[in-house]
Antibody, heavy 122, light 107 residues
Framework: QVQLVESGGGVVQPGGSLRLSCAASGFTFSIYGIHWVRQAPGKGLEWVAL????????YYADSVKGRFTISRDNSKNTLYLQMNSLRAEDTAVYYCAKGCCSSFSGDAFDSWGQGTMVSVSS | DIQMTQSPSTLSASVGDRVTITCRAS??????LAWYQQKPGKAPKLLIY???SLESGVPSRFSGSGSGTEFTLTISSLQPDDFATYYCQQYNDFSHTFGQGTKLEIK
């Protein structure tokens, strides 16, 4: 069965950096686009970033563009999110999610990890 | 970016009721719409993709319809396990916008 397990969350000061990881199993990781989606406490869902199956195409929400970098290592079945210049408004649970059902541009998400909490606070 | 607006924000209903949640897009998204269910402290779960396709393993009491800018999620007969928050999401473009959510509460 598909499993996605996030790690790397924690408490960081404004302006700091953090790297999240998402370990995948139960499917052929290298043929799927994978996303990061976040949810601030008590709020709705916000898409963050997408990396295509081969790592050659990456897309970001405007709110994180230039600060966050998505990457993947298909040899390790692992997704990453490098987060720099963190702000209080980046505080959220971060989920990795497997893309499915693609349009020409985007994806729905058919499998999700359990999430990892990132708190940006002084 | 495409904006997604769900209504209502909160819905009170009883077990056995038929309920409908509406999602409107700020521009046409063809049928590139998904619906998710989320329970407190848990990750979202895909229910419907491409506006009306039922995800494997999802009960048939859930159905989706619509195209263009207006979409609906219908639960034909509410079960106790269905009380949760529901989100729509467009994937017509890379912004992957979600609606603000509809909390389905027990009346």
């Amino acid at each position: 069965q598909v499993q996605l397990v996030e790690s790397g969350g924690g408490v960081v000061q404004p302006g700091g950096s953090l790297r999240l990881s998402c370990a995948a199993s139960g499917f052929t990781f290298s043929i799927y686009g994978i996303h990061w989606v976040r949810q601030a406490p008590g709020k709705g869902l916000e898409w963050v970033a997408l990396i295509r199956y081969d790592g050659n195409n990456k897309y970001y929400a405007d709110s994180v563009k230039g600060r966050f970098t998505i990457s993947r290592d298909n040899s390790k079945n692992t997704l990453y999110l490098q987060m720099n210049s963190l702000r209080a408004e980046d505080t959220a649970v971060y989920y990795c999610a497997k893309g499915c059902c693609s349009s020409f541009s985007g994806d729905a998400f058919d499998s999700w990890g359990q999430g990892t909490m990132v708190s940006v606070s002084s | 970016d495409i904006q997604m607006t769900q209504s209502p924000s909160t819905l009170s209903a009883s077990v056995g009721d038929r309920v409908t949640i509406t999602c409107r897009a700020s521009q046409s998204i063809s049928s590139w719409l998904a619906w998710y269910q989320q329970k407190p402290g848990k990750a979202p779960k895909l229910l419907i993709y491409k506006a009306s396709s039922l995800e494997s393993g999802v009960p048939s009491r859930f159905s989706g319809s619509g195209s263009g800018t207006e979409f609906t999620l219908t639960i034909s007969s509410l079960q106790p396990d269905d009380f949760a928050t529901y989100y729509c999401q467009q994937y017509n473009d890379f912004s992957h916008t979600f609606g603000q959510g509809t909390k389905l509460e027990i009346k």
